[in-house]
């Protein structure tokens, strides 16, 4: 069977996209190799595929840090450059030759852009890399930038021809920071392998390397951006959402309170977010009990599920069962969970923690889908008014409406699957054909090559 190394880092938001695809590829016929975090070994097995660690757990982050799981979570978030230099760079150089031993029979490398390993290990194997993007903003298109704190400076969309200069001098200011401090950490770890020294300007745009880049998105996010790499296709978000390998349901007090009343309001913070997640659930409740509203929170996947009246708290719920049971959602803009949200048809009140959270907020606002409030400013006295707006204005429900009629129609990780086999079948021909000119030219007579 054709081997395939799939490759991501990050919370289930980013593994559960590569656990779909790498399903979609054993069901074509691949063998497909999922190689992530320790703690994201377990659940990659579980739903049915080859898995092996390269990176280490969170936790074990967390105690090299030296600082409690929450205030860790809440460094992370506080700056793009702490979750660089503490989480991707550290384990570079071990993540590298793990990933070169599991890659020795791989037809190809499938990673997402933060895998700085990965474009290393297919050069060195002379193999294609395939850049899954799983967040619009990860493009770093200059016709449409992220909107985060980390690219202030950036002219935001829409962007005309003077605006994407400026984004585009912008980036190069960007790449010139990652040339100046990370590229002696890079460039050691390609010498290792036997590489040349490149710098570390395109660490974050692997991409420009790649045989072909998937966007794993909804196309109701728009087109491709003009700057787009020409062999770029956005395939759609590729679901999966199970806790382990079997069907998944509603545990009983879920479904009992579900059934027993009016739409509730949903809040949730994730798998990350949610360790970080200060007054956010007790800000939650009072907004919930001042609207009047039932409400589910998602407090994490050790919380135990508990009724208090018109409110029900418990920890992780597979969001495909759940979501299309809610009035609202309430997040942090975490792709998976924007991605599910918007399957389920549902407004949003988005309350981004960090990295492309407040990019997804814009554009859900931008699209007439939700609305957005900062982490900082999530209380009580400023979330009811929002939520009032998005529970009784028509406009927010129709529209989402709209959005979950595209969302359904569309199949990622069945599209991701069908254009990473075009891709290496065209790969396979050139070889083919490369094969049989050189050998035409070896029976060719040396007068007819004079000629």
């Not at 063998?31 to 739903?47: G, I, W």
């Not at 700057?227 to 390998?245: C, H, L, S, W």
């Not at 069907?247 to 360790?275: C, I, N, Q």
């Not at 529209?399 to 199949?411: G, L, S």
Request: with cysteine.
């Amino acid at each position: 069977m054709r081997r395939l190394t799939l490759t991501t880092i990050g919370t289930l938001g980013d593994l559960h996209p590569f656990i779909a695809i790498g399903l979609a590829l054993k069901e074509r016929g691949f063998s497909p190799l999922l190689a992530v975090a320790e703690d994201q070994e377990a659940k990659a097995r579980a739903a049915g595929l080859d898995t092996v660690a390269i990176l280490p757990s969170f936790e074990s982050i967390r105690r090299e840090m030296g600082i409690s799981k929450e205030d860790a979570v809440r460094l992370l978030m506080s700056s793009q450059r702490e979750f660089l230099e503490r989480i991707l760079l550290p384990s570079l150089a071990s993540c590298t030759r793990a990933l070169d031993e599991v890659s020795a029979d791989a037809e190809a490398i499938i990673a997402t852009p933060f895998v700085f390993a990965a474009p290393i290990i297919a050069e060195k194997r002379a193999i294609p890399l395939i850049i899954a993007v799983l967040q619009p903003m990860a493009m770093l298109s200059s016709y449409d930038p992220p909107s985060t704190p980390d690219f202030w400076m950036a002219k935001q969309a829409p962007v005309g021809r003077a605006g994407a200069l400026w984004n585009g001098a912008v980036y190069a200011t960007m790449r010139q920071f990652l040339k100046r401090f990370y590229s002696q950490q890079l460039d050691a770890v390609r010498i290792e392998h036997g590489l040349d020294a490149e710098g570390a300007a395109d660490m974050l745009e692997p991409q420009r390397k790649a045989a072909l880049v998937l966007g794993c998105y909804s196309k109701i996010f728009g087109p491709l951006p003009a700057d787009a790499p020409g062999n770029t296709k956005i395939v759609g978000f590729p679901f999966f959402d199970r806790r382990v390998g079997g069907k998944e349901v509603l545990v009983p007090v879920m479904s009992d309170f579900l059934r027993d009343g009016p739409a509730p309001v949903v809040f949730t913070l994730g798998t990350f977010a949610v360790d970080g997640a200060g007054r956010f659930y007790e800000q939650a409740t009072a907004t919930a009990r001042s609207l009047g509203v039932r409400a589910v929170m998602l407090m994490g996947e050790k919380s135990d599920a508990s009724v208090d009246g018109t409110i029900i708290r418990c920890g992780y719920v597979p969001h495909s069962l759940l979501f299309p049971h809610a009035a609202v959602i309430v997040h942090h803009g975490g792709v998976g969970t924007t991605g599910q949200a918007l399957r389920a048809g549902k407004p949003q009140l988005i309350v981004p923690h960090m990295g492309d959270q407040s990019d997804h907020a814009r554009r859900i606002e931008r699209m007439g889908l939700g609305l957005s409030l900062k982490a900082n400013r999530f209380t009580a006295a400023r979330a009811v008014p929002i939520l009032r707006k998005l529970l009784r204005t028509p406009s927010f429900q129709e529209e989402a409406d709209a959005a979950r009629a595209i969302v359904c129609r569309e199949h990622g990780s069945e599209e991701a699957v069908t254009s990473i086999v075009g891709m290496l079948r065209g790969r396979l021909l050139l070889q083919r054909e490369d094969e049989q000119s050189t050998r035409a030219g070896v029976e060719t007579p040396s007068e007819d090559i004079d000629r």
